[in-house]
T-cell receptor, first 114, second 113 residues
Framework: DVKVTQSSRYLVKRTGEKVFLECVQD?????MFWYRQDPGLGLRLIYF???????EKGDIPEGYSVSREKKERFSLILESASTNQTSMYLC?????????????FGEGSWLTVV | AQTVTQSQPEMSVQEAETVTLSCTYD???????LFWYKQPPSRQMILVIR??????QNATENRFSVNFQKAAKSFSLKISDSQLGDAAMYFC??????????FGTGTRLTIIP
C-alpha cells in the first residue's frame, strides 16, 4: 500500500520558534510537495521538489523553506514561526512526468503557533 | 497562471438525492487534466474522478460523473443517490504537465438524512 507519512499530526509551537515538518514517502517518487490548507482558501502550494536537492517555489513560499537531502524525505521549515502560519499542512508526492492522477497525499499536520 | 474557482462554499442534499458541485477554471493551455478530490473529516485526500481535456466524453465513476464543458471552462461534479459517506469537502483541481496541482477553494457537502 502506498504511503505518504507526515511525522507529526498535531503541533503547538511558540512565536519565533523554528519548526520542522517532516514528510516521508515509500513509493520512490521524484516529486514531493508541501501545501497549506486554510478555510475558504483551499490548498495553496508552498514549495515543491522534483529531485533530491532541487526545489521550486510555489504560490506562497514567504516565511518557509524546504530541504530534500534524500529522495524519500521532504522537510518544510518555518525559520521563525508566526501566528499567521497556524494552519494545516499537507505533504504529497508523485512520479515525475505523470498525468496528475498519481499524486498521493499524507494525512496532514495541524500546526498551531501561539 | 491557472486559476480554479469553486463558487459554492457549502452545499447540502437529502440522502438518496442528486447534487451538483460547480467548478470553473481559467487557462490558456489546451491539453490538461481536471480532478475532483474528496476530503472527509479524516483529512485524507481521496481522488474521486479525473477528466482529460482532450476527451470529449464525460468521465464517470459509479455514482460520480462530471459535466465537462471545455469551451466554457466548466467542470461540475454530479453525485447521484447521495449517501451519508459522501459528506466531505470537495476540491476541484487542475493539472497541465508542470507537475503541480492547482486547487479551488473547496465546497463543503452536507448530507441530510
Amino acid at each position: 500500500d502506498v504511503k505518504v507519512t507526515q511525522s507529526s499530526r498535531y503541533l503547538v509551537k511558540r512565536t519565533g520558534e523554528k519548526v520542522f515538518l517532516e514528510c516521508v514517502q515509500d513509493m520512490d517518487h521524484e516529486n514531493m510537495f508541501w501545501y497549506r490548507q486554510d478555510p475558504g482558501l483551499g490548498l495553496r502550494l508552498i514549495y515543491f521538489s522534483y529531485d533530491v536537492k532541487m526545489k521550486e517555489k510555489g504560490d506562497i513560499p514567504e516565511g518557509y523553506s524546504v530541504s530534500r537531502e534524500k529522495k524519500e524525505r521532504f522537510s518544510l521549515i518555518l525559520e521563525s514561526a508566526s501566528t499567521n502560519q497556524t494552519s494545516m499542512y499537507l505533504c504529497a508526492s508523485s512520479f515525475f512526468g505523470g498525468s496528475g492522477n498519481t499524486i498521493y497525499f499524507g494525512e496532514g499536520s495541524w500546526l498551531t503557533v501561539v | 497562471a491557472q486559476t480554479v474557482t469553486q463558487s459554492q462554499p457549502e452545499m447540502s442534499v437529502q440522502e438518496a438525492e442528486t447534487v451538483t458541485l460547480s467548478c470553473t477554471y481559467d487557462t490558456s493551455e489546451s491539453d490538461y487534466y481536471l480532478f475532483w478530490y474528496k476530503q472527509p473529516p479524516s483529512r485524507q485526500m481521496i481522488l474521486v474522478i479525473r477528466q482529460e481535456a482532450y476527451k470529449q466524453q464525460n468521465a464517470t465513476e459509479n455514482r460520480f460523473s462530471v459535466n465537462f464543458q471545455k469551451a466554457a471552462k466548466s467542470f461540475s461534479l454530479k453525485i447521484s443517490d447521495s449517501q451519508l459517506g459522501d459528506a466531505a469537502m470537495y476540491f476541484c483541481a487542475f493539472y497541465f504537465g508542470n507537475e503541480k496541482l492547482t486547487f479551488g477553494t473547496g465546497t463543503r457537502l452536507t448530507i441530510i438524512p
